[in-house]
């Protein structure tokens, strides 16, 4: 689970209809201390959705330490986090793995990865992209809700 922090004694907001970044930073269960840029999709054309850059560094011959569950592929009115979206979620975030390491949250719906789009991906298609051996690391972004 990820909880925010203030930072130097002020909760960092981002003026109304301002399409710059601004930061967030959160500590995980295991204590480790994060730091986020916070983007809104309509300064990238995607229509104002508040979003989480996450970089994740794989761990040679360890696994990622998440599942995901979604895809255009499956049956979206199943979906236990938003039903009728037909999304890449996180279902799965095992403790001190790298995805628990980098932010990432049960729940999180994954939008890109490495800059491409997941939006209307398959199921299969996100695990190839999530698991490509070239990539040791990850650059997600993410929608959480709540942000």
Same mark, same amino acid.
Do not use: R, W
């Given at each position: 689970?990820?909880?925010?922090?203030?930072?130097?004694?002020?909760?960092?907001?981002?003026?109304?209809?301002?399409?710059?970044?601004?930061?967030?930073?959160?500590?995980?269960?295991?204590?480790?201390?994060?730091?986020?840029?916070?983007?809104?999709?309509?300064?990238?054309?995607?229509?104002?959705?508040?979003?989480?850059? /996450?970089?994740? *560094?794989?761990?040679?011959?360890? #696994? @990622?330490? $998440?599942?995901?569950?979604?895809?255009?592929?499956?049956? =979206?009115?199943?979906?236990?986090?938003?039903?009728?979206?037909?999304?890449?979620?996180?279902?799965?975030?095992?403790?001190?793995?790298?995805?628990?390491?980098?932010?990432?949250? /049960?729940?999180? *719906?994954?939008?890109?990865?490495? #800059? @491409?789009? $997941?939006?209307?991906?398959?199921?299969?298609?996100?695990? =190839?992209?999530?698991?490509?051996?070239?990539?040791?690391?990850?650059?997600?972004?993410?929608h959480r809700r709540g942000i």
């Open positions: 689970m990820v909880t925010s922090v203030q930072i130097e004694g002020k909760i960092q907001q981002k003026p109304e209809g301002s399409c710059d970044d601004f930061v967030t930073c959160a500590v995980t269960s295991s204590g480790n201390f994060l730091h986020h840029t916070i983007t809104n999709m309509a300064s990238m054309g995607g229509g104002g959705i508040p979003c989480i850059d /996450i970089t994740l *560094k794989k761990i040679p011959g360890a #696994g @990622l330490g $998440l599942s995901i569950a979604g895809g255009i592929d499956q049956d =979206k009115s199943k979906n236990p986090f938003v039903p009728g979206d037909a999304g890449i979620f996180v279902s799965v975030v095992k403790p001190g793995s790298p995805a628990e390491l980098s932010g990432l949250a /049960i729940g999180d *719906k994954i939008l890109e990865v490495n #800059g @491409l789009d $997941l939006t209307m991906s398959t199921h299969s298609h996100a695990i =190839k992209l999530l698991t490509k051996e070239k990539y040791t690391t990850l650059k997600i972004k993410i």
